[in-house]
């Protein structure tokens, strides 16, 4: 028996499902029909379904499936996807729109057509239908770690896969931070020599000052970069790369000893409170830091360049003797977006940038509750949500003392798909200025791509959702998670938190947490906004 169109359930959820009669099925005489423009996404789907269902989509004339482009009609990311029983033609509004529509119809298969080799003889029904749809939001972003602990290569390629089946569209990477300096740049070989490197790690929240004496590191070439950049971008994803400044650099400061404001020991090997690894205010440290960005916009042709500026502390600054260490943060960022714009490209700075007034074009990564993002809409600059206290994937999704290292506030799957990047108290006009929203994965409680698997999904398709589609009914979600989605991200080998809690291996009762209650931190935040907020 064939599917129909009462098994159409999306994730993310369409806008519109118009359900059809019959189906069309899929079988190797199937062709693919495309204009020029549309050869990646042919490519893309020709990998995609060929290996899992047999059926490689030859070009031809030949009923099958037909790609359009139709910028007049359909919004830039939208797609029309229209199944008959005679064949499957995905218009869209540009070459993203058509590939979000491929996602769509990949959906429309079995779970079995999200494997990466054939294990089903088929049929490969797709049921006769029309969605339309298009995104609520332009930036539907996912900020991954990648210094607290080194992920692999392949994981982020993997990570990138998995974004695309999400129709996520911007990958930010942090790149560097006092734990590991995973970016090479030849100017300064001791970065990636002795800053990509530590000793041990922190096991758990620091509370309970734990360690383990098991080194850690790995960096990433500029060709693991290329590459990561030029596969995102065959699936319409922007590598967001972040170098973060002034503080957050023990790492670099580590390698270069003469950078820091104060000496370091080593490579950071513990997690939380903050580092005294903060840039001198020097000639020298300016030359570092247009080096890297050198390298960096050569590397990364993202429109946008994310200099951190997040949680630097003065104290080392006042400890050199500078006379007036208060106001060194709002120089540097003054500095290095200067050096980020004489680059061509935009400057992308977390919220404690607008203390020293960003310039103007900046892009603000709002964190610290909605403080932030209302601070830099209401400053005119645009921005993108990513608060802590409803979108950070690190925090704990579930209050059960199993819950592995439990950190931060609960977070639970419902909580996120709950997240509305644009906060209510914002004006129309203000609220234009808000991109969208974006996940955020710290990783120090994350050692592998098996505990990113966990944190992030199916959390990240709640938020997906939350982003591409807009308010939604959670129990209808959870009724399409459960009916058909887990079973693709099973087919995809995503290791998830099932929904009951963690099984048995997933757990850590070797690094414990430090859960927090939400009023708790909202009032820490409220306290550390005051310079954005004006009071
Ligand atoms: C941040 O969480 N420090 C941006």
Same mark, same amino acid.
């Given at each position: 028996?064939?599917?129909?169109?009462?098994?159409?359930?999306?994730?993310?959820?369409?806008?519109?499902?118009?359900?059809?009669?019959?189906?069309?099925?899929?079988?190797?005489?199937?062709?693919?029909?495309?204009?020029?423009?549309?050869?990646?996404?042919?490519?893309?789907?020709?990998?995609?379904?060929? !290996?899992?269902?047999?059926?490689?989509?030859?070009?031809?004339?030949?009923?099958?499936?037909?790609?359009?482009?139709?910028?007049?009609?359909?919004?830039?990311?939208?797609?029309?996807?229209?199944?008959? !029983? /005679?064949?499957?033609?995905?218009?869209?509004?540009?070459?993203?729109?058509?590939?979000?529509?491929?996602?769509?119809?990949?959906?429309?298969?079995?779970?079995? /057509?999200?494997?990466?080799?054939?294990?089903?003889?088929?049929?490969?029904?797709?049921?006769?239908?029309?969605?339309?749809?298009?995104?609520?939001?332009?930036?539907?972003?996912?900020?991954?770690?990648?210094?607290?602990?080194?992920?692999?290569?392949?994981?982020?390629?993997?990570?990138?896969?998995?974004?695309?089946?999400?129709?996520?569209?911007?990958?930010?990477?942090?790149?560097?931070?006092?734990?590991?300096?995973?970016?090479?740049?030849? !100017?300064?070989?001791?970065?990636?020599?002795?800053?990509?490197?530590?000793?041990?790690?922190?096991?758990?929240?620091?509370?309970?000052?734990?360690?383990?004496?098991?080194?850690?590191?790995?960096?990433?070439?500029?060709?693991?970069?290329?590459?990561?950049?030029?596969? $995102?971008?065959?699936?319409?994803?922007?590598?967001?790369?972040?170098?973060?400044?002034?503080?957050?650099?023990?790492?670099?400061?580590?390698?270069?000893?003469?950078?820091?404001?104060?000496?370091?020991?080593?490579?950071?090997?513990?997690?939380?409170?903050?580092?005294?690894?903060?840039?001198?205010?020097?000639?020298?440290?300016?030359?570092?830091?247009?080096?890297?960005?050198?390298?960096?916009? /050569?590397?990364?042709?993202?429109?946008?360049?994310?200099?951190?500026?997040?949680?630097?502390?003065?104290?080392?600054?006042?400890?050199?003797?500078?006379?007036?260490?208060?106001?060194?943060?709002?120089?540097?960022?003054?500095?290095?977006? $200067?050096?980020?714009?004489?680059?061509?490209?935009?400057?992308?700075?977390?919220?404690?940038?607008?203390?020293?007034? $960003?310039?103007?074009?900046?892009?603000?990564?709002?964190?610290?509750?909605?403080?932030?993002?209302?601070?830099?809409?209401?400053?005119?600059?645009?921005?993108?949500?990513?608060?802590?206290?409803?979108?950070?994937?690190?925090?704990?999704?579930?209050?059960?003392?199993?819950?592995?290292?439990?950190?931060?506030?609960?977070?639970?799957?419902?909580?996120?798909?709950?997240?509305?990047?644009?906060?209510?108290?914002?004006?129309?006009?203000?609220?234009?200025?808000?991109?969208?929203?974006?996940?955020?994965?710290?990783?120090?409680?994350?050692?592998?791509?098996?505990?990113?698997?966990?944190?992030?999904?199916?959390?990240?398709? $709640?938020?997906?959702?939350?982003?591409?589609?807009?308010?939604?009914?959670?129990?209808?979600?959870?009724?399409?998670?459960?009916?058909?989605?887990? !079973?693709?991200?099973?087919?995809?080998?995503?290791?998830?938190?099932?929904?009951?809690?963690?099984?048995?291996?997933?757990?850590?009762?070797?690094?414990?947490?430090?859960?927090?209650?939400?009023?708790?931190?909202?009032?820490?935040?409220?306290?550390?906004?005051?310079?954005?907020?004006?009071?």
């Amino acid at each position: 028996m064939l599917p129909d169109s009462s098994s159409i359930a999306v994730v993310p959820r369409p806008a519109r499902v118009l359900p059809g009669e019959g189906a069309y099925v899929l079988s190797p005489a199937t062709g693919l029909i495309h204009p020029p423009e549309l050869a990646g996404e042919a490519a893309w789907l020709r990998g995609a379904l060929g !290996a899992s269902t047999g059926c490689f989509l030859a070009s031809g004339d030949g009923p099958g499936i037909e790609l359009v482009l139709d910028a007049d009609a359909l919004p830039v990311e939208g797609y029309r996807l229209a199944v008959t !029983a /005679a064949g499957v033609e995905v218009r869209g509004g540009s070459a993203a729109g058509v590939f979000a529509g491929l996602q769509t119809l990949r959906q429309l298969l079995p779970a079995d /057509a999200l494997r990466r080799g054939a294990v089903a003889a088929g049929p490969w029904a797709i049921p006769a239908c029309v969605i339309e749809d298009a995104p609520v939001h332009a930036w539907r972003g996912v900020m991954l770690d990648v210094a607290r602990h080194f992920l692999p290569k392949h994981e982020v390629l993997r990570f990138v896969d998995l974004m695309a089946v999400h129709r996520l569209n911007v990958l930010h990477l942090h790149l560097t931070d006092d734990q590991g300096w995973r970016f090479e740049v030849p !100017a300064w070989p001791r970065l990636t020599s002795v800053g990509a490197w530590r000793t041990g790690s922190m096991r758990g929240s620091r509370q309970h000052e734990i360690f383990d004496d098991r080194p850690h590191g790995g960096f990433y070439t500029g060709a693991d970069l290329r590459e990561i950049v030029a596969y $995102a971008a065959e699936r319409h994803i922007t590598v967001v790369p972040e170098i973060d400044l002034p503080g957050h650099v023990q790492a670099a400061v580590a390698a270069y000893p003469s950078l820091g404001a104060v000496p370091v020991d080593g490579v950071r090997t513990r997690w939380g409170g903050l580092s005294d690894g903060v840039l001198a205010p020097t000639d020298e440290a300016l030359r570092f830091c247009a080096d890297v960005l050198d390298q960096v916009c /050569a590397i990364f042709p993202s429109p946008y360049v994310c200099i951190g500026g997040d949680e630097v502390p003065k104290g080392p600054w006042q400890a050199m003797g500078h006379p007036d260490p208060a106001s060194l943060q709002g120089w540097f960022i003054g500095e290095l977006a $200067a050096m980020v714009i004489a680059r061509g490209r935009r400057v992308f700075g977390w919220d404690e940038i607008l203390a020293g007034g $960003a310039p103007a074009g900046t892009l603000i990564g709002g964190w610290r509750a909605d403080h932030g993002t209302i601070a830099a809409a209401r400053a005119g600059h645009d921005v993108v949500a990513c608060p802590d206290t409803s979108v950070y994937l690190d925090y704990r999704q579930g209050d059960h003392p199993d819950e592995p290292t439990p950190v931060g506030v609960l977070l639970t799957l419902a909580d996120i798909y709950a997240f509305r990047p644009v906060p209510s108290e914002l004006t129309e006009a203000e609220a234009a200025r808000v991109l969208g929203g974006q996940a955020q994965i710290w990783t120090e409680f994350m050692d592998s791509g098996r505990r990113i698997d966990y944190m992030a999904y199916p959390r990240l398709c $709640a938020f997906a959702e939350a982003v591409w589609s807009g308010p939604g009914d959670y129990a209808e979600f959870e009724g399409r998670l459960v009916s058909a989605h887990l !079973a693709r991200l099973d087919a995809l080998g995503v290791e998830y938190r099932p929904l009951a809690g963690p099984h048995p291996w997933q757990t850590r009762p070797d690094a414990p947490g430090w859960p927090r209650e939400r009023a708790d931190r909202e009032a820490e935040l409220l306290e550390l906004t005051k310079d954005i907020r004006g009071v």
